[in-house]
Structure formats: C-alpha cells, structure tokens
C-alpha cells in the first residue's frame, strides 16, 4: 500500500512543466482536428516547417554541439539555434548537457534516457520523472564559453513563443487567412510530431533494427527510424562514431541531416566536417560480421579432433576391413560405408579401394575432388593409420578458415 509519503514523493518527482507541453500541446492539436478543417496551404506550410524545425535539432542541437561534428559559420549556429528553439525541446545548454551524458553512460543508470528501463521510459519516461539517480557528468565547457549557445540560453523562452507558435500561425493567417489552421497544424501539430520524431531517437532507435557495428550497447541501425528522425536513425553507427558528421555513411542511406549539412559546407557556412578513418569503421563492420560468422560456424558440426581419433596400426587396419568399408586417405581411415552406393562416381570405384590406401585417387588420380567432398570425407574419419604418410592438408577446407575466440590473458 501506498503510503501519503510515498505519493508525495511520487509528485515531488514529476516535471510538471515537461508534462503541460507534452499533454497540451497534443491536446490542443487534437480539439483542432475537431474545429477546424485542415487546408491544403497549411498542411505543406506545416511540413515545411517541420523540416526546418527537425534540422535546428539534428544538425544543430545534435551533431553541431552536442557531438562538434563539424564547424558552423556565426549566422549558421544563429539560425541552427532558432530552428532548434521552434522545436520546443529546451535549450542547446541543457539538451547538449544530457546528450553528452547519454553517450557517455549509454545503458547504464547514469544515462539519462537509460533503453535497459524500457521502451516507454526512454521515449517520454525520462522527461516526465525526475531520475532517483543524477545523470553522469559530462564535460559542457564549451558550451560554457560559446556566447550564441549562452544567448539561445537566457532568451529561450522568448524565442520558443516566437518561433516555436508566434511566428507558424501569424505566417498561415497572413498568408492565406487561416489563422487558427496556423495555430492548431503548424502550431501544435508540428511541435508534438517534433518531440516524438526526436524521442524515436532515445527508443525506436534503441530497440529496432541491427548492430552491424557493436552489439554490446543497445542502439540499433534501421531505415524506418531513419525515416522517423531525419536521419538519425543510424543509431548503432552514430554510437560508435558520434563525432562523424554522418550518421548513414553509404551514399544511397536516408539522413536528410547529412546532406543539409554538406550543402551548407559547399557554399562556405560550415567547414571541418568529420569522417571517421574507413579503415577504423571497417575493422568495426569486421569484427561483427566475424561474431555472426562465428555463431554460424558453431552451428555446424566438424570432423572429430585428432586427439580423439585411435591410432590405428596398417594390420589392425587391413582386418577391420573385411568387416568394415573402410579407406585410407591423407593418413586418416575413413569409414565410407553409408556413402558407398551415394558415391557420384559408381560404387565400384570407391568399392575397389576398401581396404587401400585411396590418396593419390582421390587427391587427383582418379578425379581432383572439390571442398565439399573433401569436407564430407573428413566427416567420416575413424582413425588415423600409424606411420601414416599424408600427402595433402590435414585440415578440411571448411576448417582453414576457422575462427577461433582468443581468451583474453
């Protein structure tokens, strides 16, 4: 049972501003749909300021200075900032400062939107309740020292009343005359799509999709989360490069985000864009694809070790094959009796080496046999011959490439 004590402190925890904007905001949007018809003017208006209210949070809040993936022009970060701010999302100050602790402490109670808490939790959780634990330090300094950075800061609340509902409405009412479609679409529309598209960053991107990268955090790389967040959606790349100005780093890859900012590169607003070193990024894509070739290959059954193989000498040998199909091939006896009349060749020709020494037949006398019957006759190694000569690998074609998982001393 809840004691009066524990709901009090329930309450102490909520962040009673967070959840008016979260719950209004939507709210309002939603009586608009009721009240008001939605015209096709406003609609494109309010997706064209949508874009430009997502890009203030992905080039500017984001990869500009929570990560300094590149460097911006003074008029570039002064227009980075309003669009940022028309997303009603909180100043770059604080939303860089939990960014950096996010990466920092990805996963763990120190991360401010911490996915191991759930889906919900990392979507809205975190902006709704106080955490018990304080997110981890993150080094802000320069966000100390960066003057547009500090004026966004102490002028955010004007700013978002500006541009984040002032300015949507008054351009759809004085352009076309649709005042309240201004208010309710490009409004309040626009701004609860906002903050879940960047929400879909802290959960979507952190549930779904792939690790072609790592797999030990939880961020995930998949086109619809892309899709959701203008590009972001690369998450398990961003995660293990966050200073790399990309965060889809193949060409044909959606990131909207990626693509503003080279523009702005090429007409001389920003500069220094940072590319993580290919060979690093590889040797990552590498490492996983050899995990997930390494799950495959314990999937699969090999031949017996040498070491459990009885030694077998050439009389023992000659005897158990009048009871037994049984060959020599590279020094190995081989018991062929399930496959004798499987044998592509006929029976008779494998049927006529029982009992042999059938090497130099099968290593090209007779037929240059591939990997996969090389591979097959190792399966059925019972012994190995005592002075045996091999003439070939002892090692299976399937084996040579073998991945081995080196313990760490």
Known sequence: MYSWKTTKD??????WFNLAILTVTPSIWIYGTRTTPLRTET???????????MIGITAGYHRL??????????????????????????????????????????????DP???????????????????????????????????????QHRHYFALIAVVGYLLPTVVAGLGWGDWWGGWFYAGMMRI????????????????LGESPFDDRKSARDHFFSALLTMGEGYHNFHHQF????RNARKWYQYDPTKWFIASCAAVGLASHLRVFPENEISK?????????????????????????????????????AETRRLVIVSGFIHD?????????????????KVGKDATAAFCGGVYDHGNAAHNLLSMMRVGILLGGVEHVNTVAPGERLRIVERMSE
């Open 43 to 53: 609609l494109l208006w309010s997706m064209a300021y949508y874009v430009f209210t």
């Open 10 to 15: 329930i309450l102490s925890r909520v962040r």
């Open 336 to 352: 062929v009796s399930d496959f004798v009349d499987k044998h592509p060749g006929g029976e008779r020709l494998l049927l006529k």
């Open 242 to 245: 966050p200073m790399d100005y």
């Open 192 to 207: 609860t799509l906002a903050h879940h598209s960047t929400f879909c960053i802290n959960s979507v991107a952190h549930h």
């Open 284 to 320: 990552s894509e590498l490492t996983m694809e050899l995990k997930r070739l390494k799950c495959e290959q314990d999937r699969i059954r090999w031949p017996p070790k040498l070491e459990e193989l009885p030694i077998v000498s050439w009389e023992t040998f000659q005897w158990q």
């Open 113 to 151: 939107y911490n996915a191991k808490r759930g889906f919900l939790y990392s979507h809205i959780g975190w902006m709704l309740i106080k955490p018990a634990v304080k997110p981890g330090h993150a080094d802000i300094s320069d966000l100390q020292n960066n003057d547009v950075v500090q004026w």
């Open 65 to 110: 200075w929570s990560h300094r993936s590149y460097n911006a022009s003074r008029f570039l970060q002064y227009l980075l900032i309003v669009m940022g701010a028309s997303a009603v999302q909180g100043s770059v100050y604080w939303w860089a400062r939990g960014h950096r602790s996010h990466h920092r402490y990805t996963d763990t109670p120190l």
